[in-house]
């Protein structure tokens, strides 16, 4: 037994022997096959307009936190790589000596793929295409894989799970068709983004009840408005917008236009605008400030020029700052320029939000990130706000504000709370004075351009309040806020009254504070599409005219009831776009109209919050 039990254990390790070497023949080609990579990777070549590589051009990545996290320069041939990627989405930013920096958001790395980018450098217009997606060396995703699901006909309809992409090949006619969705191949033909694309359009015709003589006067309502956008080469965005129609009772056409070009810089679009303006005044205008009722003299002309910019730095990934300004210039009788900065800083605070604001000159309506609408709209908007001219001993003057503001916000589950306080001095306020007699504190008294209202220099006033909300979401498209707060208003010395003239309605108006409770609503209803805005403010106005606002936040609506709707309208089938029915009703129950007695028995109506009927129909392409 013992001998058996030996030669048993010889022969054991006399096997075990002869394992070794197959082992290690086996072992050796899994030791030096390159391993499987699951990360991927972005590389791309930079030329200048006519093709020429360019080498030394910087190329940074970011996150899509805008965090750097690789630099790289241009090789001799003008390419770059960047490699070990985890699959996410990163922005690229290339900048060279001599030529406009360009950068690309949203580039898509995929598990074993490598992006190929094409940069193309100009000192006009840079950009970057994405012109193919291809497997990357010692990646899990290999042709000899794709081959072989290929060939397998059990596997086969496991193909046609996705539907491919356009212009994509069948399978089996082509090495590069697609077989799943993350790895799909794409040529540089079918990648090509056209110069101009993704354009939008809008034509707006409107209306304004012209039976109310004291229409707001600060908004130019010329009849037809357009807006165009599209973008250029998938990094620039050009937006056109223009008013055009007729002054109020001279026949003679007005027109306003503006030009905003923006340009995406590592995740930031900082932009530049163009706004011009000419309107030829009414004959009643004319005759107010020519020589009384013969009119002598030709009809003066408003013409307007402002050129803007704005831009954004992302301070951390809390912190961020939003800045521009405006230069405005004024031709009416007189010359007037005039320089209005502005700047909001926006801080990420572990459970809330903080915004500081601060505004001089013009006012900078929709600089509040939750109340921003669409892009076009926007613009049209701020085409319509005309600067208030007031006359004063015979010479024109603009009003303007400067106003700071700070509020914290917090959101909690369906509620956001807010709380917020400003402080705003306002020099040349403008009081509406509507349909005034001829001859009216003559010198201190502009006939508005629009309606038969007279605009009138009230001075500097100044005012500090704040405000308190809560604001309830109702399901997915309702909200619902309730706000507290003060309200800067005017309101009339007694001791003062009657007035005799332009100097004593100056001194008989006095800045004062009044409490305010305001109820807005925002949604959408569903089953007809409708868009609608509506909120009511209720202040003691019985004997005070509401201060013109500077605010840049939502939290102050206007004074008494107001409601806007967007009703989306039966189209032609077949073609593009759709129509919308807008109207808008501000101050339906007049709140804030102020009497004031002169000196000879007359009356004066002061109204800074005329009740204003609009109505229109919009064209969206």
Do not use: C
């Not at 072992?27 to 360019?54: C, E, N, Y």
């Not at 056109?240 to 306003?256: E, M, R």
């Not at 572990?350 to 500081?356: E, V």
Request: hydrophobic share 40%; glycine share 10%; net charge neutral.
């Amino acid at each position: 037994m013992g001998t058996i039990r030996t030669s048993e254990r010889r022969t054991r390790n006399r096997f075990a022997l002869a394992l070794v070497p197959v082992s290690l023949l086996v072992l050796a080609p899994l030791h030096a096959a390159t391993p499987i990579r699951f990360a991927g990777a972005v590389s791309g070549l930079v030329m200048d307009s006519a093709g020429k590589p360019k080498p030394g051009a910087a190329v940074a990545l970011y996150n899509q936190q805008e965090r750097l996290l690789q630099k790289t320069y241009t090789d001799l041939a003008g390419n770059f790589s960047f490699g070990d990627l985890l699959p996410d989405f990163y922005a690229v930013q290339v900048s060279l000596a001599s030529f406009v920096p360009t950068s690309r958001d949203r580039v898509q790395v995929r598990s074993g793929m490598r992006s190929l980018l094409e940069v193309s450098l100009s000192k006009i217009f840079s950009s970057i295409q994405v012109v193919s997606t291809t497997p990357a060396p010692g990646s899990l995703m290999s042709d000899d894989w794709k081959w072989t699901l290929r060939a397998d006909s059990s596997q086969r309809p496991i193909l046609r799970i996705l539907p491919a992409a356009p212009g994509a090949k069948s399978a089996g006619t082509s090495s590069s068709a697609t077989t799943s969705g993350t790895a799909r191949t794409t040529t540089a033909g079918n990648s090509k983004t056209a110069i101009f694309h993704d354009s939008t359009g809008l034509v707006k015709i409107s209306a304004t009840d012209s039976a109310l003589t004291d229409a707001a006067a600060d908004e130019a309502d010329l009849g037809t408005q357009f807006a165009f956008a599209t973008s250029v080469f998938s990094t620039s965005q050009v937006q056109v917008s223009g008013n055009l129609g007729y002054a109020s009772g001279n026949g003679l056409p007005a027109t306003a236009i503006r030009t905003t070009f923006s340009h995406q810089v590592a995740g930031d679009v900082p932009s530049v605008s163009v706004m011009m303006r000419e309107m030829n005044a009414p004959v009643r205008v004319s005759q107010g400030l020519l020589g009384g009722p013969a009119g002598e003299g030709s009809l003066p002309t408003l013409r307007t020029l402002s050129i803007s910019m704005a831009d954004k730095i992302q301070l951390s990934d809390a912190l961020s700052v939003v800045y521009g300004s405006q230069l405005d210039t004024i031709t009416f009788l007189n010359r007037l320029q005039y320089f209005s900065p502005w700047a909001k800083l926006s801080y990420v605070l572990p459970r809330g939000h903080l915004d500081m604001v601060f505004t001089s000159g013009n006012a900078q309506p929709g600089l509040d990130s939750r109340e921003q609408g669409d892009g076009l709209q926007n613009e049209l908007s701020a085409l319509s706000l005309i600067p208030h001219l007031t006359q004063r001993d015979g010479q024109i003057k603009v009003q303007r504000g400067d106003d700071y503001e700070i509020g914290y916000s917090e959101v909690v589950g369906a509620m956001e709370y807010r709380v917020s306080g400003y402080h705003q001095y306002v020099s040349n306020a403008t009081l509406t004075i509507a349909s005034p007699d001829a001859g009216l504190f003559t010198g201190d008294l502009l006939p508005s351009m629009f309606t038969s209202s007279g605009l009138f220099d009230a001075g500097s006033i100044s005012s500090v309040g704040y405000t308190v909300s809560a604001t309830r979401s109702l399901g997915q498209h309702h909200k619902l806020t309730v706000a507290y707060g003060t309200l800067g208003v005017l309101t009339p010395d007694n001791e003062r009254l009657p007035i005799s003239n332009a100097g004593d309605l100056r001194q008989a108006m006095m800045a004062e504070n009044r409490q305010a409770v305001t109820l807005r609503s925002a949604g959408l209803i569903r089953h007809t599409g409708t868009h609608y805005v509506a909120s009511y403010q209720y202040a003691d106005l019985k004997s005070s005219v509401a201060v013109a606002s500077f605010s840049t936040q939502p939290d102050r609506a206007e004074p008494g009831f107001n409601i806007a709707i967007r009703q989306p309208l039966p189209f032609f089938g077949g073609m593009p776009g759709h129509i919308e029915a807008t109207a808008e009703m501000r101050n339906v129950l007049a709140q804030g109209y102020l009497p004031l007695g002169l000196a000879d028995g007359r009356q004066i109506l002061v109204v800074n919050n005329p009740r204003v009927f609009r109505g229109g129909l919009a064209f969206i392409f």
